[in-house]
């Protein structure tokens, strides 16, 4: 075959709004297009119709949905995006995307044949286990949509303070039916996000959901609401052929008869016959209208049902036409709404069921046929010296550079060993945040690399001094005339303050979590919220984790110990959400010095990129007398203390320190953590008295035991024997392997219940199990079973059961 010239694809010109591409470039553009829709298709159905199934249900994939949106994507992969833009795909796309990938040359051919399968492509995009580097991780419907609103926040936010970074726009591409989501209004109305001229949202607008034709015109509100919310709105509603019709005699009446029908309406005549499809166009009322019979006389009733169906999202001319009016306004976020067709280019497009259908072997032959791909090779991409190869080589070189700087990051030797704050005799976890920040405040190389966010209760959770020193951030200088000066807001600020949404703070420090990756310079975001609300965050701080990325929260105040706010804002399973969720670790300290190794834990987990970890740090606001951690730090010393602290807890009351004479038949356990350790302490010096040895286990990190204990290998007993050392011999050596264990904590008593699985020993769990109510700490232990009085109960009955036994 002879070598053909290389073409020079050049960006299109442009003449004040009206945006000049060639036919040429179009044609090429349609070519890929075409590829990008069967190669999707032929990845679901290679998926649910060739691939061996042996648990012979369905895989699914959503070629409808794929469909809809094989335009923009086209649009954007080959025309649009630009060095340094980062893109979110929507959940249903996935087979898009990397048909895209695949034809810019970053997807190995044979994951092709692997969507949905163990160790291939994803069912969603995923950043952390596709191999075609995905910007951002979708599949909960709306996160995706809002995850590159606070990433363009980040970028925004480095470029203030460090000057270079790697990113440029922020692209979303998202279902209508995402914006059904209450955590995109959310985000959408939080007044940290005005002004993001970076931010770009692509609106898949196909007006169907799952399970329907989504009923009457929404378009509309929606179009008024975005742009109430400060945001410039665009449409690509009808395509270039259409837009030619209307300018024909009876033209304005056709379109006025298309923009006033409902979508159930519309969706249904795309489907009929021409001639059916052409009576109800002309009809209004029961009446045939002779302007609508002269507007679409002079197209057949072959070419009708195309011609109707030509909207913007599917017309490449009039999307990137829209698309160059994107930067007329570069102070405001854009959002587009596409209009398109589910299942565009199928036989089943428009179909109310869609959703979930599947084309049969039958009719992917025919798409085959249609689309021009060769009986050879169905998997094949273009040849290189085609125009389409072409274009494809030019735009992987232009959107993924071989050579990219590498990001900015915090070394390790930035951060201090320790960390010096003044420690009173009576001082709350909640306190001790607040003036640790204070200190990290004095660490400049670390200082400026960390950023504070809160969802309107920054001052209720002690980050004032910090914000006092810091400032807040705004990308242009405003002043809080109700606190003045000191909370004047300007770009040089390390504080964001949220409206009252634990969704978006969840989302912002996930996002400015991942900024290293994205923008090419770290931020260490750290984050509070009422710990009871950590549950209305959830869905976001799933999100984060899944996507890898790395932050700190402090939910405070938590648990019943928030005694006078009654049930609603007091959290019982928080601990558990801390023990079970992936990538995070959980802490819940009790004393001043606890809380200064685990945040500086914590900032070493973000500054690891590699292998690193976001951190829960659960607080509180009752004052603990700090003298009940010297005997511990007499006996073990600083070094040990510190690293059993890390290890997930130590033994706060050792009673071998105290009357080594006593026996260990009746000795009892008892495990505890964060604001319970005085009780558990009370309780261990009543039983002491009683002749009864008590150890005080203050677990700093039920998490990190249990992390330790699944490690073990499978293959051993469940339960350890006397003799071994076990995960963690400084806890409880062999030789009391034998004795009961009373847990306690405010919050739910499973979280601890475990522990006698370890060594197959008795356990009687203390916690909080039913909702809170007002009271002081005393009436609400005593009413729960948590206090001292409580313990010492469980404790003899544990002791004297084992004797029993």
């Known amino acids: 075959m002879r070598a053909r010239a290389m073409i020079d694809f050049q960006a299109p010109t442009r003449n004040g709004s009206a945006t000049t591409i060639s036919t040429d470039r179009l044609a090429t553009l349609d070519t890929i297009q075409k590829r990008v829709l069967w190669l999707a298709m032929l990845m679901i159905h290679h998926a649910n119709h060739v691939r061996c199934n042996p648990d012979e249900t369905k895989v699914g994939g959503h070629q409808a949905s794929s469909a809809s949106m094989v335009t923009i994507m086209t649009a954007l992969y080959f025309h649009f995006l630009q060095t340094g833009d980062r893109i979110s795909v929507k959940p249903h796309a996935s087979p898009v995307y990397h048909a895209i990938q695949y034809l810019l040359g970053r997807l190995p051919r044979q994951y092709l044949t692997a969507l949905r399968a163990y160790r291939g492509l994803q069912a969603y995009p995923s950043r952390t286990k596709d191999v075609d580097e995905v910007d951002f991780s979708t599949g909960s419907v709306g996160l995706g949509a809002v995850a590159p609103a606070f990433a363009a926040l980040a970028s925004q936010y480095a470029r203030d303070h460090f000057g270079d970074v790697t990113s440029r726009r922020f692209v979303a591409v998202l279902g209508d039916a995402e914006i059904d989501e209450g955590n995109v209004w959310e985000a959408i109305l939080d007044q940290a996000l005005t002004g993001l001229g970076n931010l770009l949202w692509i609106v898949d607008l196909n007006r169907q959901s799952l399970d329907r034709v989504v009923p009457g015109i929404r378009a509309a509100q929606l179009k008024a609401l975005f742009a109430k919310s400060g945001w410039q709105v665009l449409e690509a509603k009808y395509g270039r052929k259409l837009q030619a019709l209307f300018a024909q005699p009876g033209g304005s009446a056709l379109r006025r008869r298309i923009d006033e029908m409902s979508n159930e309406e519309y969706q249904t005549l795309i489907r009929l016959p021409g001639d059916r499809l052409r009576a109800h166009v002309v009809t209004v009322d029961g009446v045939a209208r002779p302007e609508l019979i002269d507007a679409i006389h002079g197209v057949s009733d072959e070419d009708l049902p195309a011609l109707l169906s030509n909207l913007g999202g599917h017309d490449l001319e009039e999307l990137l036409s829209v698309l160059a009016r994107v930067d007329d306004e570069p102070n405001r976020p854009t959002i587009l709404f596409a209009y398109?067709?589910?299942?565009?280019?199928?036989?089943?497009?428009?179909?109310?069921?869609?959703?979930?259908?599947?084309?049969?072997?039958?009719?992917?032959?025919?798409?085959?046929?249609?689309?021009?791909?060769?009986?050879?090779?169905?998997?094949?991409?273009?040849?290189?010296?085609?125009?389409?190869?072409?274009?494809?080589?030019?735009?992987?070189?232009?959107?993924?550079?071989?050579?990219?700087?590498?990001?900015?990051?915090?070394?390790?030797?930035?951060?201090?060993?320790?960390?010096?704050?003044?420690?009173?005799?009576?001082?709350?976890?909640?306190?001790?945040?607040?003036?640790?920040?204070?200190?990290?405040?004095?660490?400049?190389?670390?200082?400026?690399?960390?950023?504070?966010?809160?969802?309107?209760?920054?001052?209720?959770?002690?980050?004032?001094?910090?914000?006092?020193?810091?400032?807040?951030?705004?990308?242009?200088?405003?002043?809080?005339?109700?606190?003045?000066?000191?909370?004047?807001?300007?770009?040089?600020?390390?504080?964001?303050?949220?409206?009252?949404?634990?969704?978006?703070?969840?989302?912002?420090?996930?996002?400015?979590?991942?900024?290293?990756?994205?923008?090419?310079?770290?931020?260490?975001?750290?984050?509070?919220?009422?710990?009871?609300?950590?549950?209305?965050?959830?869905?976001?701080?799933?999100?984060?984790?899944?996507s890898g990325s790395r932050f700190i929260f402090a939910g405070t105040p938590s648990g019943i110990t928030l005694s006078p706010e009654g049930g609603a804002h007091q959290s019982t399973i928080t601990p558990s959400v801390g023990m079970e969720l992936p990538n995070l670790n959980a802490f819940e300290p009790c004393f001043a010095q606890e809380l200064a190794w685990m945040l500086l834990d914590a900032l070493r987990g973000c500054c690891d990129r590699g292998n690193g970890h976001a951190t829960y740090l659960r607080l509180s606001t009752k004052p603990i007398d700090?003298?009940?951690?010297?005997?511990?730090?007499?006996?073990?010393?600083?070094?040990?203390?510190?690293?059993?602290?890390?290890?997930?807890?130590?033994?706060?009351?050792?009673?071998?320190?105290?009357?080594?004479?006593?026996?260990?038949?009746?000795?009892?356990?008892?495990?505890?953590?964060?604001?319970?350790?005085?009780?558990?302490?009370?309780?261990?010096?009543?039983?002491?008295?009683?002749?009864?040895?008590?150890?005080?286990?203050?677990?700093?990190?039920?998490?990190?035991?249990?992390?330790?204990?699944?490690?073990?290998?499978?293959?051993?007993?469940?339960?350890?024997?006397?003799?071994?050392?076990?995960?963690?011999?400084?806890?409880?050596?062999?030789?009391?392997?034998?004795?009961?264990?009373?847990?306690?904590?405010?919050?739910?008593?499973?979280?601890?219940?475990?522990?006698?699985?370890?060594?197959?020993?008795?356990?009687?769990?203390?916690?909080?199990?039913?909702?809170?109510?007002?009271?002081?700490?005393?009436?609400?232990?005593?009413?729960?079973?948590?206090?001292?009085?409580?313990?010492?109960?469980?404790?003899?009955?544990?002791v004297n059961r084992h004797g029993l036994e």
């Open 626 to 798: 700090q003298s009940l951690l010297q005997p511990a730090l007499t006996r073990l010393g600083e070094a040990e203390l510190r690293r059993q602290v890390l290890a997930g807890g130590y033994r706060l009351v050792d009673w071998r320190w105290i009357d080594p004479r006593e026996s260990e038949a009746y000795l009892v356990h008892i495990a505890t953590t964060g604001t319970m350790v005085p009780e558990a302490v009370e309780a261990a010096n009543i039983l002491q008295e009683e002749g009864i040895p008590a150890n005080v286990l203050n677990l700093t990190s039920p998490r990190r035991l249990f992390e330790a204990w699944q490690q073990l290998p499978w293959g051993k007993h469940p339960t350890l024997e006397a003799t071994s050392d076990g995960p963690f011999r400084w806890l409880i050596p062999p030789s009391e392997r034998h004795a009961p264990i009373v847990t306690v904590l405010d919050g739910a008593s499973h979280t601890l219940a475990w522990l006698g699985s370890v060594f197959g020993t008795l356990v009687i769990p203390l916690g909080v199990d039913h909702f809170g109510q007002s009271g002081t700490h005393t009436d609400l232990y005593r009413h729960y079973s948590i206090d001292a009085r409580a313990i010492v109960e469980a404790a003899l009955v544990a």
């Open 340 to 546: 398109t067709i589910k299942g565009w280019g199928l036989p089943i497009a428009g179909h109310p069921l869609n959703h979930s259908m599947l084309l049969t072997p039958e009719q992917m032959d025919a798409l085959q046929q249609e689309l021009g791909v060769s009986p050879e090779d169905k998997w094949a991409a273009f040849e290189p010296d085609s125009s389409a190869g072409q274009l494809c080589r030019q735009r992987v070189k232009h959107l993924y550079p071989v050579s990219r700087p590498a990001p900015h990051v915090v070394q390790a030797g930035d951060l201090p060993r320790d960390l010096s704050i003044p420690v009173d005799g009576r001082v709350s976890t909640q306190q001790t945040f607040g003036r640790l920040l204070m200190a990290l405040s004095r660490e400049p190389a670390l200082a400026r690399r960390i950023v504070t966010a809160s969802p309107d209760v920054s001052v209720s959770t002690n980050l004032s001094g910090w914000i006092n020193k810091m400032g807040v951030y705004a990308s242009q200088e405003r002043l809080d005339y109700e606190r003045q000066g000191n909370w004047q807001q300007r770009s040089s600020g390390q504080h964001i303050e949220l409206g009252i949404s634990e969704m978006n703070l969840f989302m912002i420090i996930g996002m400015f979590g991942l900024s290293a990756e994205l923008t090419g310079q770290q931020v260490i975001p750290i984050g509070t919220v009422y710990d009871p609300f950590v549950l209305r965050g959830l869905d976001a701080l799933i999100y984060g984790l899944y």
